[in-house]
């Protein structure tokens, strides 16, 4: 499978992902710089996480106007795989390409650490590896990780079994109904708040994230 | 030139975890009298003079604001 990794003015956890897609998962890998607009050849694309633009306006409001969107959604329309994550979530919901809208954590803080992450949903692409309910080890880090969307939204989501993770145990930045990760209708494209590129390796403290990159290799 | 004035905030019903952190530091203070603290932002532009609002409006609901969480208004002055 071949890896595109998006970077973005701001982007930092760009070299994370790129390090597994390409030396843990030993796939193809190459970045992707926004200004660019040919994703072909690529079959999953990263949106890392960081502070695209420094986060101004709203988090990934102006990552969204980057000219290797309007390729994403392409890509994304063609039924390949999307991933985002963190900050990369914050631009596919301002993108509309994922729904609802990632605020300011309850409580404020910048929250980093590791959670359980539970997985709600193990018939998504992303997920094939693991069973329903079984939790990942797998750390956050944001601090406006706080998902919202209005009630016909949630009834949909649910409806569509889109909601792919939530925290197991207390919610750490008041999202609803703890959701941390969400998928498109289709299935193709991941939206989620923790960061797998972070526990994709022993010497990290845990290898959960490996599930995620396992379930989509599967394919 | 018209000055143009943007405000944009949360939601009705959308949490403000800054306003409500505002609201407790208020509280602190002795100004327990507050109450609903919302906090938002302001943005401020300048238009050639002329019908501006209609443009105005899409550049709120284009990039300026996000509906999922966010209401606005504005105010074009000549």
Redesign the interface.
């Known amino acids: 499978m071949k890896f595109g990794v998006i970077v973005f003015p701001g982007s930092n956890c760009d070299q994370d992902c790129y390090h597994v897609a390409k030396n843990v998962l030993k796939q193809p890998t190459k970045y992707v710089w926004h200004q660019e607009t040919d994703l072909s050849g690529l079959d999953c694309v990263i949106l890392p996480g960081g502070f695209s633009y420094g986060d101004y ?2 988090t990934g ?1 102006i990552a969204r ?1 980057s000219p290797v969107m309007e390729a994403v959604k392409k890509f994304a329309d063609s039924g390949k795989y999307v991933i985002g994550i963190c900050n990369g979530f914050q631009v596919l ?2 993108a509309g390409l994922l729904p ?2 990632l ?6 803080h910048f929250i980093c650490r590791h959670i359980e992450l539970k997985v709600a949903n193990n018939k998504t692409a992303f997920t094939s590896a693991c069973k329903t309910g079984q939790t990942l080890n797998i750390p956050i880090a944001h601090g406006e990780g ?1 998902y ?3 009630a016909a939204t949630l009834k949909e989501l649910k409806k569509n079994k889109q909601i792919v993770f939530t925290y197991a145990g207390e919610n750490p930045n ?1 999202s609803l109904q703890s959701i941390a990760g969400i998928c498109n209708k289709r299935g193709n494209v991941l939206g989620m708040m923790p960061h797998p590129e972070r526990a994709s390796e022993a010497a990290l403290g845990s290898v959960d994230g490996m599930m995620i990159w396992r379930s989509l290799l599967k394919r | 030139m018209a000055r143009v004035k943007v405000f944009v905030y ?1 939601k009705k019903g ?5 306003g409500k ?1 505002v609201e407790s530091a208020l509280h602190t203070l002795g100004y327990k009298k507050a109450s609903n603290v919302r906090i938002g932002k302001y943005i401020e532009m300048e238009l050639p003079d002329g019908d501006n609002k209609k443009m105005v409006d899409e550049m709120c609901r284009k ?2 604001v ?1 509906s ?2 966010e209401d606005y208004h504005f105010e074009v002055a000549a």
């Open positions: 306006l709203r409001a106007f919901t301002e609802g809208a605020h300011r954590n309850r409580d404020l706080n919202t969307c209005d008041g | 949360p959308v949490l403000d975890p800054q952190t990039l300026l996000n999922v969480i």
